[in-house]
C-alpha cells in the first residue's frame, strides 16, 4: 500500500489546496474570489495595525510605569523627629 506522507503537517499540499480552491470557486464563483482575497488582505492589514497600536500603547504606559518608580526612589523623604527633653 502506497501512503503519502506530507512535507509540513499541517500545512495544505497540492491535493488539499487544489480541493479547497474548488470548493472556493464553487462556493463564491470565479468573478468573487479576487474581491474575497482583496476584502481579506485588507482586514489582515487593519487587524496588524490596530494590534500595533495596543502593542506601542502597552510599550508606553509600562515605559511610564518604570519612570514614575525612578522617580519615588530618588525623591524619598525621610521625615525625623529629634525630642529633646530639658532635665533640671
Not at 487593519?46 to 494590534?51: A, C, L, N, S, Y
Not at 519612570?67 to 532635665?87: I, L
Amino acid at each position: 500500500m502506497f501512503q503519502i506522507t506530507p512535507l509540513f503537517p499541517g500545512i495544505p499540499g497540492g491535493p488539499e489546496l487544489l480541493i479547497v480552491l474548488l470548493v472556493l470557486v464553487l462556493l463564491f464563483g470565479a468573478n468573487k474570489i479576487p474581491k474575497l482575497a482583496r476584502s481579506t488582505g485588507q482586514a489582515m492589514g487593519e487587524f496588524q495595525r490596530g494590534r500595533n497600536e495596543i502593542e506601542e500603547e502597552l510599550k508606553q504606559m509600562e515605559n511610564d510605569d518604570d519612570e514614575d518608580e525612578d522617580e519615588e526612589t530618588t525623591t524619598t523623604t525621610s521625615t525625623s523627629t529629634s525630642t529633646s527633653s530639658d532635665s533640671n
